[in-house]
DNA sequence: TGTACATCAGTGAACGCGCGTTCACTGATGTAC
DNA sequence: TGTACATCAGTGAACGCGCGTTCACTGATGTAC
């Protein structure tokens, strides 16, 4: 018996089980992890199916292709962002200034905190798999839970009118490329902390800008 | 004659050279062909050497393996967005205060008018094959740009002091952010102006950042 | 409750393909005398 | 200037490989009567 085979192969661990019972989630799962361990490129359908313990042509009967795969592994592992921002925010409740600013130091922390941790899994979020169609920016939870924290910030008066319209969009574009610079070895991880620093401070208080 | 082998084959254009005269280079400039045209992930060494006019082996008497290949067209890859942004500084001298902000923004847009116009180019550059070792942002061409800039609108007054350390790397991030989120879909290409302004104005004046 | 049968979700062999790389080779070039 | 020869930079056939995908199949499941 293979190491693979001697891997689950149902929910409910019964072992002569030929069918999966959950296949699908299976492969997405699997997907998910071999991409994070060698990046999108590096992984094929045949591995991802050998390692659930099933024959790569089990996996048709869930996605249509590799890329249906893959691009669904790329909406989960957007989803496994927002889940990994929403608990870095999840113990700092309270309405208090401060209270507030930590919840959106949390928030950049955390964009940058899993980039950090699962490089290959936030490349595929990004990249060309999950870009485009279906894909809406607005209605994303990261650019809501964002959305919520720069409304609190702004109503402790911590966001200059000037700065106020397009202060999503400038912390997104910053933080986003923080955590780009930092994976391709660009930037050291120390520099999130002053980035954000940095970006509270120029939300505060912001002259006129010269024509 | 294939189409292949009609592309010429060396510098003096001698059509019966056995000897290429510069593959090296040739192989270079090819590959960055196909990258900027297909995502680097869709190249190979094959395609870039028969385009070339050459059989696949010849190359290896220039690059022990692929993935060289690809590191010195990733490098090469970033010495045209600092040639393409240094391009954009060049009709933009004088030493007013106009001057110097044209510049700044010059060097913003022109980051992100490469990645647009070279987005699998632009990927490579700071993918993998770029990234870490002999990579490095101080020594780079982009970077001491951004320097040089900074330096000028400081001396202007356009920096706050408080504002003035992490300059560099805010912006430099902000800007990467931006490129990469047009790039993904994720933003659209009217929104760099925006951001490069509030970026002006963050840094023209900054209050005291709160605990 | 038992049986017939349609449907679902697997198997495993096979396909053709293009890939990176190696190897023995050979034509062209440059240099020493 | 001519010749011998080492070196350089190509060729082309071959290698083994893993890939995505297809296909005819079959075991398991669920439903109608």
Same mark, same amino acid.
């Given at each position: 018996?293979?190491?693979? /085979?001697a891997?689950? *192969?149902?929910?409910?661990?019964?072992?002569?089980?030929?069918?999966?019972?959950?296949l699908s989630?299976a492969?997405?799962?699997?997907?998910?992890?071999l991409?994070?361990?060698?990046?999108?490129?590096?992984?094929?359908?045949?591995?991802?199916a050998?390692?659930?313990g099933?024959?790569p042509?089990?996996?048709?009967h869930?996605?249509?292709?590799k890329?249906? %795969?893959? *691009?669904?592994a790329?909406?989960?592992?957007?989803?496994? &962002?927002?889940d990994f921002q929403?608990r870095?925010?999840?113990?700092?409740?309270g309405?208090?200034?401060?209270?507030?600013?930590?919840?959106? /130091?949390?928030?950049?922390?955390?964009?940058v905190?899993?980039? *950090?941790?699962?490089p290959?899994l936030?490349?595929?979020?990004?990249?060309?798999?999950?870009?485009?169609?279906? &894909?809406? /920016?607005?209605?994303?939870?990261p650019w809501? &839970?964002l959305?919520a924290?720069?409304?609190?910030?702004?109503?402790?008066?911590?966001i200059?009118?000037g700065?106020?319209?397009?202060?999503?969009?400038?912390?997104w574009s910053?933080i986003h490329?923080?955590?780009?610079?930092?994976?391709d070895g660009?930037?050291?991880?120390?520099?999130?902390?002053?980035?954000?620093?940095?970006?509270?401070?120029? %939300?505060?208080?912001?002259g006129?800008?010269?024509?």
């Amino acid at each position: 018996m293979s190491l693979a /085979r001697a891997l689950p *192969k149902n929910r409910t661990g019964d072992k002569s089980a030929y069918h999966h019972g959950d296949l699908s989630d299976a492969l997405l799962v699997e997907a998910k992890r071999l991409v994070n361990k060698y990046g999108v490129e590096n992984i094929s359908l045949r591995q991802v199916a050998v390692n659930v313990g099933v024959s790569p042509s089990a996996a048709y009967h869930h996605f249509p292709d590799k890329e249906s %795969l893959l *691009k669904a592994a790329a909406k989960s592992a957007f989803e496994d &962002m927002a889940d990994f921002q929403e608990r870095a925010l999840q113990d700092l409740n309270g309405i208090s200034a401060l209270a507030v600013r930590r919840r959106f /130091r949390a928030l950049g922390q955390s964009y940058v905190g899993f980039a *950090k941790k699962n490089p290959h899994l936030f490349r595929l979020a990004f990249g060309p798999y999950c870009a485009g169609e279906d &894909m809406n /920016r607005e209605e994303s939870r990261p650019w809501q &839970m964002l959305l919520a924290v720069l409304q609190e910030l702004d109503e402790i008066g911590d966001i200059h009118p000037g700065m106020r319209a397009y202060a999503e969009i400038l912390i997104w574009s910053t933080i986003h490329g923080t955590a780009n610079l930092i994976l391709d070895g660009l930037l050291p991880v120390e520099t999130v902390d002053p980035v954000i620093q940095s970006l509270e401070l120029a %939300l505060k208080s912001a002259g006129k800008v010269a024509k």
